[in-house]
Structure formats: structure tokens, C-alpha cells
């Protein structure tokens, strides 16, 4: 690598343990260490939830989707851009009324269980555990590359990173990491966009008509169906992505880093707008790429695509700007994998240790320490599975953390805040009947078994459908439907008690 890009990932990673350095002077207290205190602001926390979901996906994987495959590229950011609606309008306010730490405590706010509590944290665990793997392996190999170092060395400095992060700085540390990543892939995305345009005069009608004739694949390249040729498997992906996001754990626990459900709600705004102008920006990322960098040399780099973006900004602006991007990529991975670590370490930590063996008794400091242990272990698990999955394809655990939030936890927070009859039965079916059915459903499916070999495992598939969100999430609503009209307990009182809290935001006793 040249000493440019040296010098862009020094100061990356200087800039971020400086930040870390100051967040630990702020870092005493658990609500500190896991929600920042609730002390963000609106556009700082809508900053760091657009940080938190722009990974290295979205970043390197849309643009090269798009670069190979034109229109069905684009169908990944529509899906990612229109979940935060859902977020927006029916879960980020009573979200932030009802919880404190995590998704078990706005559930709890309504069924004090401890089994619900249990079900919830497992959830949450198993999202976090598939979507963290997914990403150490992306790191690995993309950093491998950019940096022309081992796997594993390239996996130990990423989990390194985040560990620290996270051990010394909690959420505030996160937070702000989170915050220079979005700056910084905003500027990057934009500049890049810029060059690409200037190509085309500046002209985006003359740019669209020019991709017609750009690639092997003539006007193809502008219709869908070049990829996504069966519209079942695209429609269950697009549900996987539109509602997935409204239940992942390190995006919902954003949402108590702010004071109140107002700065929840204009957090959420913010981050639709930078996530919407980044997602409208991947076209001229993807087109560009495809224009200019050619499919065969996108290919040679990485087969799926994951160096488009890198690769154009070399195209467009030598070796200084292709450094930038490569270092963006990496300060993206570095605060995508942070926020997974904490999301599970507190559920760890807050849910299974602090309310369920602990049942609520424990000191300030004991939980202090049960998040950091938690921090460690989670880090370190994860960071050894993704040792061992170099050669693993990690499409289907990222396809999967998001149709389990779709299928355990979106059926548990929707029923939780609109359904009057909904009841712990209710709410342990739901969960569990998510989660178990979409880890079927993908264990049974291409992802897995192929009988090319370009799987896990040789053979035939029992379903053909990449993605099974089209069946995992209707079940997840129809387990805790069917677990709530079969079960004669109800508390009506209770639930009159969370729709005020959830629509007002009231704290007190009603």
C-alpha cells in the first residue's frame, strides 16, 4: 500500500481513539456506558444511526451489485431506504417511551417476565452473533486486500479496534466513531459522484442513455431481471429488508441514546435524509464503476463485487482518493462492528445477567463490569468464528440476521404496542416461532445446499427461496397471534398503562 493510504488509516484510527479517549473520561455509570447518558442530540444521534447502518454492504456491496448487475443492484438500496420508514412512523416514538436499555425492556415495560426477557435477549444475541460474523469475514478479506495483509491479522486488528471502542468508551465512543464514518462516506461518496458525473457533462439523462451501450449486458443493464429472475425470492428479500431494520438490535438501541421520543423521531428524520441522499448516490457509484472500471476487472478483484467502489475511486482520482475510500471502508467496518458489540453486551450483560440471575439487584458497578466482561466475550467469540469462517459464503448470515429481526422481533414490538389482547404467551410464541422458523428455512435453503458446490454444502435444496422472509415473518405474526388466542391470560389495565406511555411519553404511575 502507499504511504498515502498509510497516512489516511493512521489518521482514521487516530482520530477515533482520540475519541475514545475522551468518551472514557465520560463513561462512569451503565446508562453512560450503554445509551451515552441519552445525552445525543437529534442530528448527532440521526448521524450515528445513518453510521451504524451504513455498513461495508452498503458502502463496497451495493455499488458493486449495482457495477455487475444494473437495475437489481439498486433494488438493495430501495429496500434499506424505505425500512426507515417503518422505523419512523411505528417504532422509533414508543420504542424510546417504553425501553431503557434494549428491545427486553420496552417489552418488559408491558409483560415483567423474566421468560420474555430470556426470549428477547436470545433473539437479539443471534442477530448480533450472524450479522457480527458476517462482517469480520467482510473485513478480513476486503482489509486483506486493501492493506495486502493476512485474513486473520486483518480480522484481529478490526476485532482489536472495536473492542476497544467499546470496553473503555461505551455508546458515547460508538456513537462519535459512528458520526465520523457517516462525514466521512458522505464526503467520499459525494465527491466521487461528482467525478462521475462530470463524465457523463453533468448530465444525468445523457449518463442513463450512455449505460445502455457501457456494459456486456446493452439495455438490460437499465431493466430488472438480470440477477433476480424469480419475483418470489425478490419479494422476500425486499420484505427481509424493509421490515428487518425496525428490528435490529444495534439500530433499535440507538434510539435511548436520546432524551425523549421528539429527539428520537428527528434523529430518525436526519437519518433518512443522509441514508436516502447516500442511497440515490450508489447509482452513480455502481454506474460509474461499470463505465469506467469495466466487470472483468470489477471481478478480478473480488468476485461479488466488493471492490467496485475502491476500484472507481483509483479510476477517477489516482492513488489519493482510491486511499481515502479504502480508509472510509475500513472506519465503516470499525463502527458497523462496534455497535453489534454493544448491542449484544448489553444484552448479555442488562437482560440475562443484571434482570434475570441477578433479578434487578445489582450495584452500579457490578454493572459496569458485567457489560465490559460482556463487551470481551462477545468480541472474542465472534472474532474466533469468523477465524474459522474465511472460506464460509456470508451472504446468507447477513440475509438472515435481518429475516430473524423481521420474524422474532418486529411481530413482538408491533403486537406489544397495537394489540390490546396480546399476553406473555403471546409474545414467547411470537419470538421463538420467528426465530426457529427463519433458521429452518435458511438451513434448508441455496445458501446452504447447492448442488454445484457454491454453498456450504453439496445437494438440493429443500426451498428455492434465497431469503425466506416471505414465510418466516407471516409465521412470527401468526405464532404469537395463535399463542395469544390460545392463551386465556390478559391484562388489559396493563396495556392501557403502555399506550399512554408509548404515545406520550409519560413516566409516572397511571
Known amino acids: 500500500m502507499s504511504a498515502i493510504g498509510l497516512i489516511f488509516f493512521v489518521v482514521i484510527v487516530g482520530l477515533t481513539l482520540v475519541v475514545t479517549y475522551f468518551a472514557a473520561k465520560r463513561t462512569n455509570t451503565a446508562s453512560e456506558f450503554y445509551t451515552a447518558g441519552g445525552g445525543l442530540t437529534g442530528w448527532q444521534n440521526g448521524l450515528a444511526i445513518a453510521g451504524d447502518y451504513l455498513s461495508a454492504a452498503s458502502f463496497l456491496g451495493i455499488a458493486g451489485a449495482i457495477a455487475l448487475f444494473g437495475f437489481d443492484g439498486f433494488f438493495y438500496s430501495l429496500g434499506y431506504l424505505v425500512a426507515y420508514l417503518v422505523v419512523l412512523y411505528l417504532v422509533a416514538e414508543p420504542l424510546r417511551n417504553l425501553g431503557k436499555y434494549t428491545l427486553a425492556d420496552m417489552i418488559n415495560a408491558r409483560f415483567e417476565q423474566k421468560k420474555i426477557r430470556a426470549a428477547a435477549a436470545l433473539s437479539t444475541i443471534t442477530i448480533v452473533i450472524f450479522y457480527m460474523i458476517a462482517q469480520l469475514v467482510g473485513a478480513g478479506a476486503l482489509i486483506q486486500l486493501l492493506l495486502g495483509i493476512d485474513y486473520w491479522i486483518a480480522?484481529?486488528?478490526?476485532?482489536?479496534?472495536m473492542t476497544i471502542y467499546v470496553l473503555f468508551g461505551g455508546m458515547t465512543a460508538t456513537s462519535w466513531v459512528q458520526i465520523i464514518k457517516a462525514v466521512l462516506l458522505m464526503i467520499g461518496t459525494v465527491i466521487i459522484s461528482v467525478l462521475v458525473l462530470s463524465k457523463f457533462n453533468f448530465n444525468i439523462f445523457y449518463m442513463f442513455s450512455e449505460m445502455k451501450t457501457a456494459t456486456p449486458h446493452g439495455e438490460s443493464f437499465l431493466n430488472p431481471g438480470l440477477k433476480y429472475t424469480n419475483s418470489l425470492d425478490t419479494i422476500s428479500m425486499m420484505i427481509a429488508l424493509v421490515l428487518g431494520t425496525a428490528g435490529l438490535p444495534h439500530i433499535l438501541m440507538r434510539f435511548?441514546?436520546?432524551?425523549?421520543?421528539?429527539?428520537?423521531?428527528?434523529?430518525?428524520?436526519?437519518?433518512?435524509?443522509?441514508?436516502?441522499?447516500?442511497?440515490?448516490?450508489?447509482?452513480?457509484?455502481?454506474?460509474?464503476?461499470?463505465?469506467?472500471?469495466g466487470s472483468t476487472d470489477i471481478m478480478a478483484a473480488n468476485e461479488a463485487g466488493n471492490m467496485a467502489a475502491p476500484l472507481l475511486a483509483q479510476a477517477l482520482g489516482g492513488d489519493i482518493l482510491m486511499s481515502f475510500v479504502s480508509a472510509v471502508a475500513f472506519a465503516t467496518i470499525?463502527?458497523?462492528?462496534?455497535?453489534?458489540?454493544?448491542?449484544?453486551?448489553?444484552a448479555f450483560a442488562h437482560d440475562i445477567y443484571g434482570q434475570i440471575i441477578k433479578k434487578g439487584k445489582i450495584t452500579e458497578r457490578e454493572q459496569m463490569l458485567a457489560a465490559r466482561y460482556a463487551s470481551i466475550s462477545v468480541a472474542v467469540f465472534s472474532i474466533l468464528l469468523a477465524l474459522f469462517a474465511q472460506n464460509m459464503n456470508v451472504a446468507f448470515l447477513v440475509s438472515l440476521a435481518f429475516c430473524v429481526a423481521a420474524s422474532a422481533n418486529l411481530p413482538v414490538i408491533l403486537y406489544t404496542i397495537y394489540w390490546k389482547r396480546f399476553n406473555t404467551t403471546g409474545a414467547v410464541t411470537a419470538i421463538f416461532t420467528g426465530l426457529i422458523s427463519a433458521l429452518v428455512l435458511v438451513a434448508i435453503s441455496p445458501n446452504v445446499f447447492s448442488p454445484e458446490g457454491t454453498a456450504i454444502f453439496v445437494g438440493t435444496p429443500l426451498i428455492s427461496l434465497t431469503n425466506p422472509a416471505i414465510i418466516s415473518v407471516p409465521l412470527g405474526f401468526f405464532g404469537g397471534y395463535v399463542g395469544t388466542v390460545l392463551?386465556?391470560?390478559?391484562?388489559?389495565?396493563?396495556?392501557?398503562?403502555?399506550?399512554?406511555?408509548?404515545?406520550?411519553?409519560f413516566k409516572g404511575k397511571l
Open 155 to 161: 480480522v484481529l486488528i478490526v476485532g482489536v479496534m
Open 487 to 505: 392463551s386465556s391470560k390478559a391484562d388489559a389495565q396493563k396495556y392501557a398503562e403502555v399506550a399512554v406511555k408509548a404515545n406520550t411519553g
Open 256 to 293: 435511548f441514546t436520546v432524551k425523549d421520543a421528539k429527539t428520537a423521531r428527528s434523529s430518525v428524520v436526519v437519518a433518512t435524509w443522509v441514508v436516502g441522499i447516500f442511497y440515490i448516490l450508489t447509482i452513480f457509484l455502481g454506474f460509474g464503476a461499470a463505465a469506467f472500471v
Open 334 to 346: 470499525l463502527a458497523v462492528v462496534a455497535g453489534l458489540v454493544l448491542s449484544g453486551a448489553s
